[in-house]
Protein backbone atom coordinates (compact mmCIF):
# COMPACT_ATOMS: atom_id res chain seq x y z
CA UNK A 1 0.00 0.00 0.00
CA UNK A 2 1.46 3.23 -1.21
CA UNK A 3 0.94 5.17 2.20
CA UNK A 4 1.73 1.83 4.51
CA UNK A 5 4.80 2.85 5.38
CA UNK A 6 4.02 6.57 6.55
CA UNK A 7 3.29 10.04 4.70
CA UNK A 8 5.14 12.87 4.24
CA UNK A 9 3.60 16.01 5.64
CA UNK A 10 4.27 19.36 3.21
CA UNK A 11 4.56 21.91 6.41
CA UNK A 12 3.36 25.14 4.84
CA UNK A 13 5.09 28.19 6.10
CA UNK A 14 3.41 31.55 7.15
CA UNK A 15 4.34 34.37 5.22
CA UNK A 16 4.74 37.43 7.31
CA UNK A 17 4.79 40.54 7.97
CA UNK A 18 2.00 41.50 6.08
CA UNK A 19 3.74 43.27 3.35
CA UNK A 20 5.80 40.41 2.51
CA UNK A 21 3.25 38.40 1.92
CA UNK A 22 1.70 40.33 -0.26
CA UNK A 23 4.79 41.17 -2.33
CA UNK A 24 5.14 37.04 -3.04
CA UNK A 25 1.47 37.65 -4.29
CA UNK A 26 2.40 40.78 -6.46
CA UNK A 27 5.24 38.21 -8.25
CA UNK A 28 3.24 35.39 -8.42
CA UNK A 29 -0.17 35.74 -8.43
CA UNK A 30 -1.79 37.15 -11.83
CA UNK A 31 -3.09 40.76 -11.40
CA UNK A 32 -6.52 39.40 -11.77
CA UNK A 33 -7.87 40.92 -8.40
CA UNK A 34 -6.97 44.53 -6.25
CA UNK A 35 -7.64 43.27 -2.34
CA UNK A 36 -7.75 45.04 0.58
CA UNK A 37 -4.30 44.91 2.01
CA UNK A 38 -5.09 42.05 4.75
CA UNK A 39 -3.37 39.00 4.39
CA UNK A 40 -5.91 35.95 6.15
CA UNK A 41 -4.28 33.86 8.61
CA UNK A 42 -6.83 31.99 10.11
CA UNK A 43 -10.86 32.46 10.61
CA UNK A 44 -13.87 31.83 12.76
CA UNK A 45 -17.56 32.23 12.83
CA UNK A 46 -17.57 36.20 11.29
CA UNK A 47 -14.01 37.12 12.45
CA UNK A 48 -11.07 37.00 10.27
CA UNK A 49 -6.98 36.86 11.68
CA UNK A 50 -4.23 37.96 9.84
CA UNK A 51 -0.74 37.38 10.05
CA UNK A 52 0.03 40.24 12.07
CA UNK A 53 -2.96 38.97 14.82
CA UNK A 54 -4.96 41.53 13.65
CA UNK A 55 -8.64 40.65 13.93
CA UNK A 56 -11.04 41.80 11.47
CA UNK A 57 -15.04 41.20 11.74
CA UNK A 58 -15.85 39.83 7.76
CA UNK A 59 -18.93 42.07 6.37
CA UNK A 60 -18.48 40.05 2.96
CA UNK A 61 -18.00 36.23 3.72
CA UNK A 62 -16.65 35.65 0.71
CA UNK A 63 -19.86 37.18 -1.43
CA UNK A 64 -21.48 34.82 0.35
CA UNK A 65 -19.73 31.77 0.01
CA UNK A 66 -19.12 31.72 3.75
CA UNK A 67 -23.01 32.40 5.10
CA UNK A 68 -22.86 29.83 7.85
CA UNK A 69 -19.31 31.02 9.12
CA UNK A 70 -16.27 30.22 8.83
CA UNK A 71 -15.39 26.69 9.81
CA UNK A 72 -18.96 26.07 10.79
CA UNK A 73 -18.51 23.02 13.28
CA UNK A 74 -20.84 21.34 11.64
CA UNK A 75 -19.89 21.92 8.08
CA UNK A 76 -16.13 21.11 9.21
CA UNK A 77 -16.52 17.60 10.97
CA UNK A 78 -18.46 16.46 8.00
CA UNK A 79 -15.77 17.59 5.87
CA UNK A 80 -12.99 16.30 8.19
CA UNK A 81 -15.07 12.68 8.26
CA UNK A 82 -15.26 12.76 4.00
CA UNK A 83 -11.44 13.08 4.29
CA UNK A 84 -11.62 10.28 6.37
CA UNK A 85 -13.39 8.21 3.43
CA UNK A 86 -13.28 8.87 0.09
CA UNK A 87 -12.58 12.60 -1.73
CA UNK A 88 -13.05 11.90 -5.44
CA UNK A 89 -13.66 9.22 -7.86
CA UNK A 90 -14.93 11.49 -10.49
CA UNK A 91 -18.62 10.29 -12.61
CA UNK A 92 -16.99 7.98 -14.05
CA UNK A 93 -17.99 6.02 -10.63
CA UNK A 94 -20.88 6.60 -8.37
CA UNK A 95 -20.49 7.24 -4.83
CA UNK A 96 -22.57 6.87 -1.87
CA UNK A 97 -22.74 10.74 -1.57
CA UNK A 98 -24.07 12.35 -4.60
CA UNK A 99 -27.97 10.51 -4.95
CA UNK A 100 -28.53 11.73 -1.03
CA UNK A 101 -26.76 15.18 -1.85
CA UNK A 102 -28.82 15.63 -4.92
CA UNK A 103 -32.25 14.29 -3.34
CA UNK A 104 -31.90 16.56 -0.39
CA UNK A 105 -31.19 19.89 -2.39
CA UNK A 106 -34.05 18.80 -4.64
CA UNK A 107 -36.41 18.64 -1.73
CA UNK A 108 -35.27 22.04 -0.57
CA UNK A 109 -35.59 23.50 -3.82
CA UNK A 110 -39.10 21.75 -4.37
CA UNK A 111 -38.01 20.27 -8.16
CA UNK A 112 -37.11 16.68 -9.30
CA UNK A 113 -33.41 16.75 -10.13
CA UNK A 114 -30.02 18.26 -9.63
CA UNK A 115 -27.16 18.31 -11.84
CA UNK A 116 -24.19 19.20 -9.74
CA UNK A 117 -21.20 21.43 -10.74
CA UNK A 118 -18.39 22.85 -9.13
CA UNK A 119 -18.36 27.12 -9.79
CA UNK A 120 -20.88 29.72 -9.90
CA UNK A 121 -19.88 30.33 -13.60
CA UNK A 122 -20.42 26.71 -14.19
CA UNK A 123 -23.75 26.37 -12.81
CA UNK A 124 -24.66 29.83 -14.66
CA UNK A 125 -23.05 28.03 -17.74
CA UNK A 126 -24.92 24.66 -17.69
CA UNK A 127 -28.28 26.39 -16.84
CA UNK A 128 -27.54 28.16 -20.35
CA UNK A 129 -26.67 25.14 -22.23
CA UNK A 130 -29.81 22.98 -20.45
CA UNK A 131 -31.99 26.17 -21.41
CA UNK A 132 -30.61 25.91 -24.98
CA UNK A 133 -30.96 21.92 -25.03
CA UNK A 134 -34.48 22.56 -24.14
CA UNK A 135 -35.16 24.57 -26.46
CA UNK A 136 -34.22 22.26 -29.63
CA UNK A 137 -35.42 18.83 -28.01
CA UNK A 138 -38.57 20.31 -26.44
CA UNK A 139 -40.00 23.67 -27.49
CA UNK A 140 -38.73 22.55 -30.65
CA UNK A 141 -36.72 25.91 -31.76
CA UNK A 142 -34.31 25.34 -34.62
CA UNK A 143 -31.19 24.23 -33.55
CA UNK A 144 -28.80 27.18 -33.10
CA UNK A 145 -31.35 30.01 -33.09
CA UNK A 146 -32.45 29.93 -29.12
CA UNK A 147 -31.93 33.38 -27.20
CA UNK A 148 -31.50 33.77 -24.21
CA UNK A 149 -33.33 37.08 -22.50
CA UNK A 150 -30.76 38.63 -19.57
CA UNK A 151 -30.71 42.09 -17.63
CA UNK A 152 -28.66 44.94 -17.86
CA UNK A 153 -26.29 45.18 -15.09
CA UNK A 154 -26.00 41.63 -14.49
CA UNK A 155 -23.42 39.62 -12.76
CA UNK A 156 -23.30 36.48 -14.11
CA UNK A 157 -19.59 34.89 -13.71
CA UNK A 158 -16.28 35.32 -15.54
CA UNK A 159 -16.34 32.73 -18.43
CA UNK A 160 -16.31 33.63 -21.70
CA UNK A 161 -19.80 33.03 -23.33
CA UNK A 162 -21.23 34.86 -19.53
CA UNK A 163 -19.54 38.08 -20.09
CA UNK A 164 -20.50 38.17 -24.19
CA UNK A 165 -23.74 39.29 -22.10
CA UNK A 166 -22.22 41.34 -19.87
CA UNK A 167 -22.44 45.41 -20.14
CA UNK A 168 -19.43 45.61 -17.59
CA UNK A 169 -16.61 46.74 -20.15
CA UNK A 170 -13.52 45.90 -18.12
CA UNK A 171 -15.06 42.97 -17.69
CA UNK A 172 -15.80 42.22 -21.79
CA UNK A 173 -12.94 44.13 -23.35
CA UNK A 174 -10.40 42.15 -25.13
CA UNK A 175 -11.98 39.19 -24.24
CA UNK A 176 -13.86 38.44 -27.36
CA UNK A 177 -15.18 37.21 -30.04
CA UNK A 178 -18.21 36.97 -27.71
CA UNK A 179 -21.05 34.25 -28.06
CA UNK A 180 -24.51 35.39 -29.66
CA UNK A 181 -27.85 34.73 -28.69
CA UNK A 182 -28.47 37.35 -25.77
CA UNK A 183 -30.46 40.11 -25.49
CA UNK A 184 -30.30 42.65 -22.62
CA UNK A 185 -32.95 44.64 -21.44
CA UNK A 186 -33.29 46.75 -18.40
CA UNK A 187 -33.44 44.83 -14.69
CA UNK A 188 -37.00 45.42 -13.22
CA UNK A 189 -38.59 46.21 -16.43
CA UNK A 190 -41.33 43.49 -17.40
CA UNK A 191 -42.38 45.38 -20.19
CA UNK A 192 -38.86 45.55 -21.91
CA UNK A 193 -38.85 41.59 -21.08
CA UNK A 194 -42.22 40.79 -22.97
CA UNK A 195 -41.33 42.76 -25.66
CA UNK A 196 -37.70 40.87 -26.03
CA UNK A 197 -39.43 37.56 -26.12
CA UNK A 198 -39.79 36.20 -29.53
CA UNK A 199 -40.71 32.72 -30.63
CA UNK A 200 -36.88 31.69 -30.35
CA UNK A 201 -36.53 32.60 -26.65
CA UNK A 202 -35.49 29.77 -24.79
CA UNK A 203 -34.99 31.47 -21.57
CA UNK A 204 -34.69 34.44 -19.36
CA UNK A 205 -31.76 34.45 -16.86
CA UNK A 206 -31.95 36.90 -13.87
CA UNK A 207 -30.62 37.36 -10.59
CA UNK A 208 -33.73 37.83 -8.46
CA UNK A 209 -31.35 40.69 -6.35
CA UNK A 210 -28.54 41.75 -8.45
CA UNK A 211 -25.57 41.53 -5.73
CA UNK A 212 -22.75 42.89 -8.28
CA UNK A 213 -24.89 45.74 -9.60
CA UNK A 214 -25.43 47.30 -5.67
CA UNK A 215 -27.72 45.09 -3.93
CA UNK A 216 -30.63 46.32 -6.19
CA UNK A 217 -33.76 45.06 -5.37
CA UNK A 218 -36.75 44.60 -8.31
CA UNK A 219 -40.05 46.62 -8.00
CA UNK A 220 -42.55 44.31 -6.30
CA UNK A 221 -44.26 43.37 -8.92
CA UNK A 222 -41.29 42.34 -11.16
CA UNK A 223 -40.75 38.77 -10.38
CA UNK A 224 -44.07 37.76 -10.28
CA UNK A 225 -44.96 39.79 -14.01
CA UNK A 226 -41.79 37.61 -15.06
CA UNK A 227 -42.90 34.60 -13.82
CA UNK A 228 -46.00 34.60 -15.86
CA UNK A 229 -44.23 36.33 -18.61
CA UNK A 230 -42.33 32.61 -18.75
CA UNK A 231 -45.43 31.13 -18.34
CA UNK A 232 -47.27 32.71 -21.08
CA UNK A 233 -45.08 32.35 -23.47
CA UNK A 234 -43.22 28.82 -22.98
CA UNK A 235 -40.17 30.28 -22.04
CA UNK A 236 -37.81 28.87 -19.20
CA UNK A 237 -37.70 31.23 -16.20
CA UNK A 238 -33.79 30.88 -14.87
CA UNK A 239 -32.93 32.53 -11.52
CA UNK A 240 -29.37 32.95 -10.30
CA UNK A 241 -29.29 32.61 -7.07
CA UNK A 242 -25.53 32.05 -6.61
CA UNK A 243 -25.01 35.15 -4.54
CA UNK A 244 -29.13 36.12 -3.11
CA UNK A 245 -30.05 32.36 -2.32
CA UNK A 246 -29.16 29.80 0.63
CA UNK A 247 -30.89 32.57 3.74
CA UNK A 248 -28.35 35.47 2.38
CA UNK A 249 -31.94 37.37 2.22
CA UNK A 250 -33.48 35.74 5.31
CA UNK A 251 -35.28 33.50 2.91
CA UNK A 252 -34.16 30.37 1.31
CA UNK A 253 -34.39 32.07 -1.77
CA UNK A 254 -34.12 35.66 -2.72
CA UNK A 255 -37.77 34.17 -4.72
CA UNK A 256 -39.28 33.42 -1.76
CA UNK A 257 -40.36 37.13 -1.02
CA UNK A 258 -42.66 37.93 -3.77
CA UNK A 259 -43.30 34.40 -3.79
CA UNK A 260 -42.09 33.00 -7.15
CA UNK A 261 -40.80 29.36 -8.00
CA UNK A 262 -38.29 29.54 -10.94
CA UNK A 263 -38.63 26.74 -13.77
CA UNK A 264 -33.98 26.63 -12.83
CA UNK A 265 -32.67 27.28 -9.75
CA UNK A 266 -28.99 28.47 -9.95
CA UNK A 267 -26.69 27.50 -6.59
CA UNK A 268 -23.44 27.80 -5.80
CA UNK A 269 -21.24 29.66 -3.29
CA UNK A 270 -22.94 28.96 0.44
CA UNK A 271 -23.61 25.55 -0.98
CA UNK A 272 -20.02 24.84 -0.72
CA UNK A 273 -19.77 26.01 3.02
CA UNK A 274 -17.44 27.68 2.97
CA UNK A 275 -15.08 24.98 1.92
CA UNK A 276 -15.25 23.79 -1.34
CA UNK A 277 -16.72 25.11 -4.46
CA UNK A 278 -20.34 23.07 -5.22
CA UNK A 279 -22.71 24.69 -7.45
CA UNK A 280 -25.99 23.13 -9.13
CA UNK A 281 -28.22 23.80 -11.76
CA UNK A 282 -31.98 22.31 -9.94
CA UNK A 283 -35.13 21.62 -12.19
CA UNK A 284 -37.57 19.38 -12.92
CA UNK A 285 -37.39 16.20 -14.82
CA UNK A 286 -38.65 17.51 -18.08
CA UNK A 287 -35.45 20.16 -18.28
CA UNK A 288 -32.65 18.37 -16.92
CA UNK A 289 -33.63 15.22 -18.34
CA UNK A 290 -32.68 16.73 -21.77
CA UNK A 291 -29.36 15.97 -20.91
CA UNK A 292 -27.56 12.52 -21.59
CA UNK A 293 -24.38 10.78 -21.08
CA UNK A 294 -22.04 12.47 -22.73
CA UNK A 295 -23.34 15.69 -23.70
CA UNK A 296 -22.45 17.53 -20.09
CA UNK A 297 -19.97 17.13 -17.14
CA UNK A 298 -16.98 18.04 -14.82
CA UNK A 299 -14.81 15.84 -13.43
CA UNK A 300 -14.68 17.55 -9.82
CA UNK A 301 -18.85 18.35 -9.86
CA UNK A 302 -20.32 16.14 -7.15
CA UNK A 303 -17.66 14.94 -5.83
CA UNK A 304 -18.06 12.97 -2.92
CA UNK A 305 -16.98 15.40 -0.39
CA UNK A 306 -18.30 18.64 -2.20
CA UNK A 307 -21.58 16.11 -2.03
CA UNK A 308 -20.98 15.07 1.86
CA UNK A 309 -20.85 19.06 2.16
CA UNK A 310 -23.35 20.19 0.25
CA UNK A 311 -26.04 17.45 2.42
CA UNK A 312 -24.47 19.21 5.71
CA UNK A 313 -25.35 22.66 4.33
CA UNK A 314 -29.01 21.32 2.97
CA UNK A 315 -29.76 20.14 6.33
CA UNK A 316 -29.25 23.59 8.04
CA UNK A 317 -31.07 25.00 5.65
CA UNK A 318 -33.91 22.33 6.41
CA UNK A 319 -33.60 24.33 9.71
CA UNK A 320 -34.20 27.65 8.68
CA UNK A 321 -32.42 29.31 11.75
CA UNK A 322 -29.99 30.81 9.22
CA UNK A 323 -33.29 32.43 7.04
CA UNK A 324 -34.36 33.79 10.58
CA UNK A 325 -31.03 34.99 11.99
CA UNK A 326 -30.64 37.07 8.50
CA UNK A 327 -34.20 37.98 8.26
CA UNK A 328 -34.05 39.66 11.98
CA UNK A 329 -30.57 40.89 12.11
CA UNK A 330 -30.90 42.15 8.53
CA UNK A 331 -33.50 44.60 10.41
CA UNK A 332 -31.33 45.56 12.47
CA UNK A 333 -28.40 46.34 9.97
CA UNK A 334 -30.59 48.18 7.66
CA UNK A 335 -31.70 50.62 10.36
CA UNK A 336 -28.40 51.29 11.48
CA UNK A 337 -27.27 52.06 7.88
CA UNK A 338 -30.33 54.04 7.37
CA UNK A 339 -29.70 56.41 10.23
CA UNK A 340 -26.29 57.38 8.12
CA UNK A 341 -28.50 58.58 5.16
CA UNK A 342 -27.36 62.35 5.58
CA UNK A 343 -24.18 61.70 7.13
CA UNK A 344 -22.16 60.43 4.20
CA UNK A 345 -24.80 57.78 3.47
CA UNK A 346 -26.75 58.47 0.26
CA UNK A 347 -29.07 55.55 -0.03
CA UNK A 348 -29.40 51.42 1.77
CA UNK A 349 -30.99 48.57 -0.49
CA UNK A 350 -30.98 45.31 0.16
CA UNK A 351 -32.99 42.44 2.29
CA UNK A 352 -31.60 40.48 5.40
CA UNK A 353 -27.97 40.39 6.03
CA UNK A 354 -27.15 41.80 2.28
CA UNK A 355 -26.64 45.80 1.84
CA UNK A 356 -26.25 48.11 -0.31
CA UNK A 357 -24.67 51.16 0.99
CA UNK A 358 -23.98 54.34 -1.87
CA UNK A 359 -21.82 56.49 -0.19
CA UNK A 360 -21.77 60.47 -0.41
CA UNK A 361 -18.62 60.01 -3.46
CA UNK A 362 -17.38 63.43 -2.50
CA UNK A 363 -16.22 61.62 0.99
CA UNK A 364 -14.01 59.24 -1.05
CA UNK A 365 -14.51 55.91 -3.34
CA UNK A 366 -15.84 52.56 -2.17
CA UNK A 367 -12.18 51.16 -2.57
CA UNK A 368 -11.16 53.77 -0.36
CA UNK A 369 -13.42 54.00 2.19
CA UNK A 370 -12.97 50.39 2.56
CA UNK A 371 -9.43 50.52 3.47
CA UNK A 372 -10.39 53.00 6.02
CA UNK A 373 -12.66 50.29 7.62
CA UNK A 374 -10.45 47.58 7.43
CA UNK A 375 -8.01 49.75 9.10
CA UNK A 376 -10.76 49.66 12.21
CA UNK A 377 -11.27 46.06 11.55
CA UNK A 378 -14.35 45.87 9.42
CA UNK A 379 -13.46 44.26 6.24
CA UNK A 380 -16.57 44.98 3.10
CA UNK A 381 -16.04 45.40 -0.61
CA UNK A 382 -16.68 48.04 -3.20
CA UNK A 383 -19.10 47.24 -5.42
CA UNK A 384 -19.07 50.27 -8.12
CA UNK A 385 -17.71 53.50 -7.69
CA UNK A 386 -19.22 54.64 -4.03
CA UNK A 387 -21.36 51.72 -3.42
CA UNK A 388 -20.15 49.61 -0.24
CA UNK A 389 -21.67 45.91 0.26
CA UNK A 390 -22.19 44.60 3.79
CA UNK A 391 -22.98 40.93 3.54
CA UNK A 392 -21.65 39.81 6.57
CA UNK A 393 -21.63 35.88 7.93
CA UNK A 394 -24.98 34.85 9.20
CA UNK A 395 -23.51 34.27 12.60
CA UNK A 396 -22.70 37.73 13.17
CA UNK A 397 -24.51 39.28 16.53
CA UNK A 398 -26.16 41.95 17.21
CA UNK A 399 -23.64 43.72 18.84
CA UNK A 400 -21.35 43.17 16.15
CA UNK A 401 -23.52 44.78 13.72
CA UNK A 402 -23.37 47.47 16.05
CA UNK A 403 -19.81 47.97 16.47
CA UNK A 404 -19.58 47.59 12.53
CA UNK A 405 -22.09 50.24 12.10
CA UNK A 406 -20.50 52.50 14.30
CA UNK A 407 -16.91 52.32 12.98
CA UNK A 408 -18.73 52.80 10.07
CA UNK A 409 -20.23 56.25 10.88
CA UNK A 410 -16.89 57.25 12.63
CA UNK A 411 -15.19 56.77 9.45
CA UNK A 412 -17.65 58.70 7.22
CA UNK A 413 -17.71 61.34 10.26
CA UNK A 414 -13.60 61.36 9.51
CA UNK A 415 -13.58 61.68 5.76
CA UNK A 416 -16.69 64.13 6.26
CA UNK A 417 -14.04 66.69 8.56
CA UNK A 418 -11.08 65.52 6.55
CA UNK A 419 -12.47 67.42 3.66
CA UNK A 420 -13.58 70.09 5.26
CA UNK A 421 -10.26 70.80 6.36
CA UNK A 422 -8.99 70.83 3.01
C1 LIG B 1 -25.18 36.06 -9.13
C2 LIG B 1 -23.87 35.39 -9.42
N1 LIG B 1 -23.79 34.44 -10.35
C3 LIG B 1 -22.65 33.82 -10.63
C4 LIG B 1 -21.48 34.14 -9.98
C5 LIG B 1 -20.22 33.45 -10.35
O1 LIG B 1 -19.79 32.60 -9.32
P1 LIG B 1 -18.28 32.06 -9.28
O2 LIG B 1 -17.42 33.21 -8.90
O3 LIG B 1 -18.30 30.97 -8.23
O4 LIG B 1 -17.98 31.53 -10.63
C6 LIG B 1 -21.50 35.14 -9.00
C7 LIG B 1 -20.26 35.53 -8.30
O5 LIG B 1 -20.16 36.54 -7.66
C8 LIG B 1 -22.73 35.78 -8.72
O6 LIG B 1 -22.80 36.75 -7.80
Given at each position: ?339 L???GVEA ?9 VDIDPSLGTG?QIS ?11 D??GSTL ?19 F??VL??S ?7
Amino acid sequence: MLHAGGVFVTILDAVTPTSDAIAVENQFVAHNYSPLPVVAASAEGAWITDVEGKRYLDCLAAYSAVNFGHRNPEIIATAHAQLDTVTLVSRAFHSDRLGPFCRALAELCGKEMVLPMNSGAEAVESGIKVARKWGTDVKGVPAGRGNIIVAHNNFHGRTTTIISFSDDETARRGFGPYTPGFRSVPFGDADAMAAAIDDDTVAVLIEPIQGEAGIIVPPDDYLPRVRALCSERNVLMIADEIQSGLARTGRTFACDHWGVVPDIYLLGKALGGGVVPVSAVVANQDILGVLHPGEHGSTFGGNPLAAAIGTTVVNILRRGEFQSRSAELGERLHARLRDLIGHGVEAVRGLGLWAGVDIDPSLGTGKQISMRLAARGVLVKDTHGSTLRFAPPLVITAEEIDWATSQFADVLAESGSHLSEI
